[in-house]
């Protein structure tokens, strides 16, 4: 902890008022950044010789939709030389442009264009800030839950236009209702099954009774 505090000291005086605040848990340091000042934040953290987080080991979106900022963006870096981690995370609304961390880590393209794609989370400066997981023509967020399980549209190829064409789900049965038991007990508590026999349990009993005999 003592390693971590001082680590905590080294960042709040190099940074100033850019660092929002920070707390330690579990042995990690996680520090609260504002949105405009993401990138002389996360240049800091790589370029002191004292930090040295040369490496974005990973960039995710958290979702709170109570909150009136409902998204955290998440950034977790390593100190190859230090043997140290740190996150940082910033808030953002459903509107709010997070500048672009793919100026200082390359690997942020990818990542933000998931969190962008999972979330809606907007990051200005992203160079090609498109889908990346969903389908063609996809609508919504999926990790917002917010959208029909069944879709909006769906793709398929069309052998009269010899391409791949969208068009509005169409569904050949309604969803079932499942109940999430199994299904010999639903049968079961249907009154569909006897309560003491299960199918299935008379070959068993059959083998019993077979083998009984060969002894």
């Known amino acids: 902890m003592s390693d971590l505090q001082t680590l905590a000291d080294h960042i709040s005086a190099g940074l100033g008022g850019k660092l929002a605040g920070y707390s330690m848990a579990f042995g990690e340091l996680t520090l609260d950044v504002n949105p405009g000042n993401i990138e002389p934040v996360l240049r800091f953290l790589r370029d002191d010789t004292d930090c040295g987080f040369t490496q974005l080991t990973d960039l995710c979106g958290a979702d709170y939709p109570s909150r009136p900022l409902r998204f955290d963006v998440v950034y977790h870096l390593l100190s190859m030389t230090k043997n140290q981690r740190i996150r940082v995370k ?89 109940d999430f038991e199994s299904p010999w007990e639903g049968a079961r508590a249907a009154g569909l099954l006897n309560d003491d026999v299960l199918p299935g349990d008379e070959k068993a009993s059959e083998a019993d009774e077979a083998q009984g005999q060969e002894g």
């Open 90 to 178: 910033v808030q953002a609304g459903e509107e709010t442009q997070v500048p672009s961390a793919t100026g200082l880590f390359d690997v942020a393209n990818w990542y933000e264009r998931e969190a962008f794609d999972m979330y809606g989370i907007l990051f200005s400066g992203h160079p090609d800030l498109r889908r990346l997981l969903t389908d063609y023509g996809f609508e919504g967020y999926p990790l917002r839950k917010d959208f029909p399980l069944s879709g909006h549209v769906e793709v398929r190829y069309c052998d009269d236009t010899k391409k791949v064409i969208q068009e509005p789900v169409s569904l050949v049965q309604e969803f079932r209702d499942f």
